[in-house]
């Protein structure tokens, strides 16, 4: 009903994936002016998809304020991640995504728990104590935060930048389907825009590393890493997180691939790309010993 009352126009890049196929009837229930980009199945674009995201991303921040939309979506093929561009045509994705998101659930749903990764920023638990919410950090990787989900005790949201959005009431899967459904509901039941969601968020500083290592020297790695750092507070529960004061860094190795992803937040992008780059040659010195 919320949703209906609203009366929104959005515009939905199906990037021509299996979304095309079931989220156009659910909207057409809600009262929805939509206007769908990529709309049929092509499986050799969805290959492709990869290397043109921001390019699908960036047509869609042009169309939104140009045909006067509140909000525009781009459904992932495989249906599982999602993107959105405001009515500014301000694109929210990865980081900045999780962050909107978050504080759309903490004012829509007073009093919410939002679990998010080790790799989400700090800024997260300023926007749940700003609304009276809390934060439950969880592993990494997208089964950790699908078990979480599924438990009686689930939170009202899950998501990570890269994982995706889980809303356990319907699944305890990624479904950019509901996601979308649920952004456009909290936007409806708040009375909030698109832009406001943006404009609400504080910046964020994170930075991304990623750096080659042997599979066999991973664990001496990261015991080196946690002798060197015996000073400081350590956070184990996925790899290593080193906090200091108002910036962290840490230190995860990939579960498929010979590397390490570093990623480091502080009070600007310099100084979290400064500390990022100190540990990436932290490692990469201990894989060359």
């Given at each position: 009903?919320e949703?209906?009352?609203?009366g929104f126009?959005?515009?939905?890049d199906y990037?021509?994936g299996?979304?095309?196929?079931t989220?156009?009837?659910?909207?057409?229930?809600?009262?929805?002016?939509?206007v769908?980009?990529n709309a049929y199945l092509?499986?050799?674009?969805?290959?492709?998809f990869g290397?043109d995201?921001?390019?699908?991303l960036?047509?869609?921040s042009?169309?939104?304020?140009?045909?006067?939309?509140d909000i525009g979506i781009l459904?992932?093929?495989?249906a599982e991640?999602?993107?959105?561009?405001?009515?500014?045509?301000r694109?929210a994705?990865?980081d900045?995504?999780?962050s909107?998101v978050a504080?759309l659930v903490?004012t829509?749903?007073?009093?919410?728990?939002?679990?998010?990764?080790?790799?989400?920023?700090?800024?997260l638990d300023?926007i749940?104590?700003e609304?009276g919410?809390?934060?439950v950090?969880t592993?990494?990787?997208?089964r950790?935060m699908?078990e979480?989900?599924?438990r009686p005790?689930a939170?009202?949201?899950?998501?990570?930048a890269?994982e995706?959005?889980i809303?356990?009431?319907?699944?305890?899967a990624f479904d950019?389907?509901?996601?979308?459904?649920k952004i456009?509901?909290?936007?409806?039941?708040?009375r909030?825009?698109?832009?406001d969601?943006i404009?609400?968020?504080?910046?964020l500083h994170?930075v991304r590393r990623?750096v080659?290592?042997p599979?066999e020297?991973?664990?001496v790695?990261m015991r080196e890493l946690?002798?060197?750092?015996r000073d400081?507070?350590?956070?184990?529960?996925?790899?290593?997180?080193?906090v200091?004061?108002d910036?962290?860094?840490?230190?995860?190795?990939?579960?498929s691939?010979?590397?390490?992803t570093?990623?480091a937040e502080?009070g600007?992008?310099?100084?979290a790309?400064?500390?990022?780059?100190?540990?990436?040659?932290?490692?990469?010195?201990?894989v060359?010993?």
């Amino acid at each position: 009903a919320e949703i209906r009352d609203r009366g929104f126009k959005i515009i939905v890049d199906y990037a021509y994936g299996n979304a095309a196929t079931t989220l156009p009837h659910l909207l057409s229930k809600l009262n929805i002016e939509m206007v769908a980009l990529n709309a049929y199945l092509d499986e050799a674009k969805v290959r492709r998809f990869g290397d043109d995201r921001e390019r699908y991303l960036y047509q869609l921040s042009t169309i939104v304020p140009t045909l006067g939309a509140d909000i525009g979506i781009l459904v992932e093929p495989g249906a599982e991640n999602v993107s959105i561009v405001d009515d500014r045509g301000r694109i929210a994705e990865d980081d900045l995504l999780l962050s909107v998101v978050a504080d759309l659930v903490f004012t829509g749903m007073p009093g919410a728990v939002v679990a998010v990764p080790v790799t989400a920023s700090s800024r997260l638990d300023a926007i749940a104590r700003e609304h009276g919410g809390s934060i439950v950090r969880t592993k990494a990787d997208r089964r950790s935060m699908m078990e979480l989900c599924a438990r009686p005790s689930a939170p009202a949201f899950a998501g990570g930048a890269r994982e995706g959005l889980i809303f356990p009431e319907f699944s305890p899967a990624f479904d950019a389907i509901y996601a979308s459904a649920k952004i456009l509901e909290l936007l409806a039941r708040t009375r909030r825009k698109a832009s406001d969601l943006i404009d609400a968020v504080p910046p964020l500083h994170l930075v991304r590393r990623k750096v080659n290592c042997p599979w066999e020297r991973k664990g001496v790695i990261m015991r080196e890493l946690i002798s060197q750092s015996r000073d400081r507070t350590l956070d184990l529960l996925d790899g290593v997180k080193i906090v200091e004061h108002d910036k962290w860094v840490l230190v995860l190795p990939d579960p498929s691939d010979p590397l390490f992803t570093v990623v480091a937040e502080a009070g600007d992008d310099a100084e979290a790309s400064r500390l990022a780059d100190e540990y990436a040659g932290r490692i990469a010195e201990l894989v060359g010993v």
